[in-house]
């Protein structure tokens, strides 16, 4: 369990970009996968993207359907996991959430019930 703190979100044109930020205190940070996911109010919080190691070495992105194309999801070595959003629509809006678990089963981790670190959330919302 450790602490996330995501920014960027705001308001925004159907077709313009936003970039989101995902800030963690974990030590090990490399040893996590990343997930973003959203949430309409009323709305069950849906899959946009994961990081997820696959091996010792490697990890692989991973994107729901409706997003494929258009939102990159990538980290650094600073702590940091970025979602950047191209090409939005108004059904892109919702709150925002970073997760983070630990990688001690391998796997691309597509669900919300395979994070156990979350954070507030921020609001992203696109107008036509």
């Known amino acids: 369990q450790v602490q996330l703190v995501e920014s960027g979100g705001g308001l925004v044109q159907a077709g313009g970009s936003l970039r989101l930020s995902c800030a963690t205190s974990?030590?090990?940070?490399?040893?996590?996968?990343m997930g973003w996911f959203r949430q309409a109010p009323g709305k069950e919080r849906e899959f946009v993207a994961t990081?997820?190691?696959?091996?010792?070495?490697?990890?692989?992105a991973d994107y729901t359907e409706s997003v494929k194309g258009r939102f990159t999801i990538f980290r650094d070595n600073a702590k940091n996991t970025y979602l950047q959003m191209n090409s939005l629509k108004p059904e892109d809006t919702g709150v925002y959430y970073c997760?983070?678990?630990?990688?001690?089963?391998?796997?691309?981790?597509?669900?919300?019930?395979?994070?156990?670190?979350w954070g507030q959330g921020t609001q992203v919302t696109v107008s036509t």
């Open positions: 997760a983070a678990t630990l990688a001690t089963i391998r796997r691309v981790r597509r669900r919300a019930q395979d994070y156990d670190s």
């Open positions: 974990a030590r090990t940070f490399s040893s996590y996968d």
């Open positions: 990081i997820s190691w696959i091996s010792t070495i490697a990890y692989v």
